[in-house]
């Protein structure tokens, strides 16, 4: 059991950048998967990027390609969603998942353990 704290989120203006946090708990973090979805008002919680235990793969929705740069320190159990050139449409709830058993990395309910998530916001 991992336990997942995300931080960074905020208010930022179309085309800003933000880098949202994710520190795991827990020895075995290394050997987990982690993901990332958001959820706006309305919507079902989408995929924005996973990233294996290793962090040899790296996964990305089409949406976030080439903005978004998901990555990890297993030393600082933490992994880490830079996310630059920021929309309007990128606002939501972003959430940080972990995956014990690999799996499919886009499928929420693969995942193990989340975090209580964090609020970004694109003002336009």
């Known amino acids: 059991q991992v336990q997942l704290v995300e931080s960074g989120g905020g208010l930022v203006q179309l085309g800003g950048s933000l880098r949202l946090s994710c520190a795991a708990s827990g020895r075995t973090f290394s050997s987990y998967a982690m993901g990332w979805f958001r959820q706006a008002p309305g919507k079902e919680r989408e995929f924005v990027a996973g990233?294996?235990?290793?962090?040899?793969?790296?996964y990305y929705t089409t949406s976030v390609k080439g903005r978004f740069t998901l990555s990890r320190d297993n030393a600082k159990n933490t992994v880490y969603l830079q996310m630059n050139s920021l929309k309007p449409e990128d606002t939501a709830v972003y959430y940080c998942?972990?995956?014990?058993?690999?799996?499919?990395?886009?499928?929420?309910?693969?995942?193990?353990?989340w975090g209580q998530g964090t609020q970004v916001t694109v003002s336009s």
């Open positions: 998942a972990a995956m014990k058993i690999p799996g499919q990395i886009a499928v929420p309910e693969k995942y193990d353990n």
């Open positions: 990233i294996v235990w290793s962090g040899s793969s790296i």
